[in-house]
């Protein structure tokens, strides 16, 4: 057990909708990291928060958006569904950025659209 | 940008066997390299990492060392099992950049025969 929780483990949903995804870090880790996982793209980044602040951006959407609350815990949106949104969503957690600190990644949520 | 490259699978290896997967980045800092496991339906784990060059990181039987002169991080292992079947990804994380986000390589797939 990582420490990372990720909620909800599967989700299906229709095309067009709107989801949230979960995350909740290690206790006192301050930065989460949301990254993609698809069978075409591999694993690609998303966005990193730390302490409630936007840190970085990858490859996301602007259909997606995220945000880290008080709590530390963060959520991702993905809005206007395509079937290629399809994959599995990992949240990962760690210490601080900008140190050799590893980063522990939750379970994922196996996003489907049909 | 930073990249990682992994040697394409499967991998497939009959127990006891050595098992050896390529992996290589291009970096314009420091990176700290990491190579992350994931098993079957789980989210990834750490195996091993080393924080600069000729670091060796070692974990349940596996090595990997930080080459500088030749930009590579290769896993190696000297008796698989089968229990080590899962896919195996290397990464970076530039410790001078603002954020420690993970860039990954495309995963490898090891398959190990009883």
């Known amino acids: 057990d990582s420490g990372v929780t990720q909620t909800p483990k599967h989700l299906i949903t229709a095309t067009g909708q709107r989801v949230t995804l979960r995350c909740s870090p290690r206790?006192?880790?301050?930065?989460v990291y949301w990254y993609q996982q698809s069978l075409d793209q591999g694993l690609q980044f998303l966005i990193q928060y730390y302490n409630g602040e936007e840190r970085a951006k990858g490859n996301i959407l602007e259909r997606f958006s995220a945000q880290q609350f008080p709590d530390l815990h963060s959520e991702l949106n993905l809005s206007s569904l395509e079937l290629g949104d399809s994959a599995l969503y990992f949240c990962a957690s760690s210490v601080e950025f900008g140190a050799t600190t590893e980063a522990f990644f939750g379970q994922g949520t196996r996003l489907t659209v049909v | 940008g930073d990249s990682v490259t992994q040697m394409e699978g499967p991998v497939t290896l009959s127990e006891e066997a050595f098992l050896t997967i390529n992996c290589t980045y291009t970096?314009?800092?420091?990176?700290?390299l990491f190579w992350y496991v994931q098993y079957p339906g789980e989210g990834l784990q750490l195996l091993l990492k080393a924080t600069k060059a000729d670091d060796k990181g070692s974990n349940k039987g596996f090595e990997a060392t930080y080459r500088k002169e030749t930009t590579s991080f290769h896993l190696e292992k000297g008796s698989v099992q089968v229990s080590d079947s899962a896919v195996y990804f290397c990464?970076?994380?530039?410790?001078?950049?603002?954020?420690?986000?993970?860039?990954f390589g495309t995963g490898t797939l090891l398959a190990v025969q009883p």
């Open positions: 206790s006192g880790d301050l930065s």
């Open positions: 970096a314009t800092g420091y990176p700290s």
């Open positions: 990464a970076l994380s530039d410790r001078g950049g603002a954020t420690n986000k993970l860039i």
